[in-house]
């Protein structure tokens, strides 16, 4: 079982950056995938961002460009540094990470004013 802990959510002005961290405890052997989604309001939960343990990325056509996601393996750690942010962005961000199965986090919100 694992638990993920997500941190970096913030109120933030168009242009601007945020880097979101999710970190992951609990009893587990090896995470493999991580990544974040988000929901905006009113709008059904996507994809943002997915790394493998061994650094490959996808993206959502929407963030690429902008968002860079990175992991820290030693630390059980995935990031997302968010820049040129767009009002768009807004939502709230989970992080996940596989083990045996997909763990999910609380979400951490992203509010991006126009």
């Known amino acids: 079982q694992v638990q993920l802990v997500e941190s970096g959510g913030d109120l933030v002005q168009s242009g601007g950056s945020l880097r979101l961290s999710c970190a992951a405890s609990?009893?587990?052997?090896?995470?493999?995938?991580m990544g974040w989604f988000r929901q905006a309001p009113g709008k059904q939960r996507e994809l943002v961002a997915t790394?493998?343990?061994?650094?490959?990325?996808i993206y959502a056509d929407s963030v690429k460009g902008r968002f860079t996601i990175s992991r820290d393996n030693t630390k059980n750690t995935v990031f997302l540094q968010m820049s040129s942010l767009k009002p768009e962005d807004t939502a709230v961000y989970y992080c996940?990470?596989?083990?045996?199965?997909?763990?999910w986090g609380q979400g951490t919100h992203v509010t991006v004013s126009s």
């Open positions: 609990g009893t587990f052997f090896t995470i493999n995938a």
């Open positions: 790394i493998s343990r061994g650094g490959s990325t």
């Open positions: 996940y990470a596989e083990t045996t199965y997909r763990e």
